[in-house]
C-alpha cells in the first residue's frame, strides 16, 4: 500500500499543543527529581493487541521536539498489521525527554492505530464487493488531519475534508430551499466548476429528482439493502452511490453487497478504540 505522509507542518502544531498541555507550567517534575539530567536509556516499542499502525510521525515529533537529539528507530511503518509482541520502533537518548514525551507519543500512536485498524476491519468486510470504505466529518476538534491519514494507512477512503471542498447538501438545506431540485440548482448557481456537488436523499423519489439535475453523487441515508439495491438501479452509473447511516460492523457487508460505491461511516473516526501499544525500558 502506498500511504503519503501528512507533511510535518501539519503535525507539529498538534504535537506540540498536545506537549505543551502535557507539560503545563512546571514541565514533568516527576522526571526532573528522580532521573539524573545525564542518563540515557533505550526504550522498545511493542504491539499489545493485534491491529493496524498509523501516527509514528506524530510519536516520533513528540519525543523530537522534547529533545532533538533523540532517536527512534522503525522496524515497520504506518498501515503496517500487527499482532501482540511485534516491535513497532526502538527509541534512544537521554531518559528525561524519553520519560516526558512517552504519553504524548502513544497517545496519538494509540489512538491513530485503534482508528486504522477499525478501518481495516471494516475494508476486510466488504471485502469482494466494489464498495469502498468512507470516513466523515466526525472527528475530534483539531486532529480532522490525522483521523483522515489514519483511515487511509487503515485502507479506507477519506470523504470531504471540511465544508470548503465540497458540496454536501443535506436535508435541512433541502428543507430550506424547498426541495432537491432548488437545492441543488441554488448550489450549481454558487460553486465554480471544479466543486463537486452532492444530495443526501432518503427516499427514491428524492433520488429521481436529484438525477434529473445531474449531481455528481447521491447520499442515500438510511435506507435498507433491499432499497439500496434499488437505487443502485436507478442510478444506473449516473452518478456516485453513497450508503451512510447507523453503519456497523454487523450490517456493513450487507449494504456493500447493495452494489453502492461507497460506505461511509463516522464511528471509524468518532468512537475507535485506542490500539493498546507499549514502551518500555529496553533490557
Not at 63 to 69: R, S
Not at 247 to 270: E, N
Amino acid at each position: 500500500m502506498s500511504l503519503a505522509p501528512l507533511p510535518r507542518l501539519v503535525i507539529e502544531p498538534l504535537v506540540r499543543a498536545a506537549l505543551v498541555e502535557d507539560l503545563g507550567l512546571a514541565g514533568d517534575i516527576t522526571t526532573a527529581a528522580v532521573v539524573p539530567a545525564d542518563h540515557r536509556s533505550s526504550l522498545v516499542m511493542v504491539a499489545r493487541q493485534p491491529g493496524v499502525i498509523a501516527g509514528l510521525d506524530a510519536a516520533e515529533l513528540a519525543f523530537h521536539l522534547v529533545e532533538p537529539t533523540i532517536t527512534m528507530t522503525r522496524h515497520l511503518e504506518d498501515g503496517s498489521q500487527v499482532k501482540p509482541g511485534d516491535t513497532i520502533a526502538t527509541i534512544n537518548g537521554p531518559s528525561r525527554g524519553l520519560l516526558t514525551g512517552e504519553r504524548t507519543a502513544l497517545n496519538f500512536l494509540g489512538h491513530l492505530s485503534g482508528i486504522a485498524t477499525v478501518t481495516a476491519s471494516l475494508v476486510e468486510a466488504v471485502r469482494g464487493t466494489k464498495a469502498s470504505i468512507a470516513c466523515t466529518r466526525k472527528t475530534a476538534p483539531g486532529l480532522r488531519a490525522l483521523e483522515k491519514y489514519a483511515v487511509r494507512a487503515g485502507g479506507g477512503m477519506n470523504h470531504r475534508f471540511a465544508l470548503h471542498d465540497a458540496v454536501l447538501i443535506k436535508d435541512n438545506h433541502v428543507a430550506i430551499a424547498g426541495g432537491v431540485a432548488e437545492a441543488i440548482r441554488r448550489a450549481r448557481a454558487g460553486v465554480g466548476h471544479m466543486v463537486k456537488i452532492e444530495v443526501e436523499v432518503d427516499t427514491l423519489e428524492q433520488l429521481v429528482e436529484a438525477l434529473q439535475e445531474n449531481v455528481d453523487a447521491v447520499l442515500l441515508d438510511n435506507m435498507t439493502p433491499a432499497q439500496l439495491r434499488e437505487a443502485v438501479a436507478i442510478v444506473n452509473g449516473r452518478a456516485i452511490t453513497e450508503a451512510s447511516g447507523r453503519v456497523t460492523p454487523a450490517t456493513v457487508a450487507a449494504i456493500a453487497v447493495s452494489g453502492v460505491d461507497l460506505v461511509s461511516v463516522g464511528w471509524c473516526t468518532h468512537s475507535a478504540p485506542t490500539l493498546d501499544i507499549g514502551l518500555d525500558i529496553q533490557g
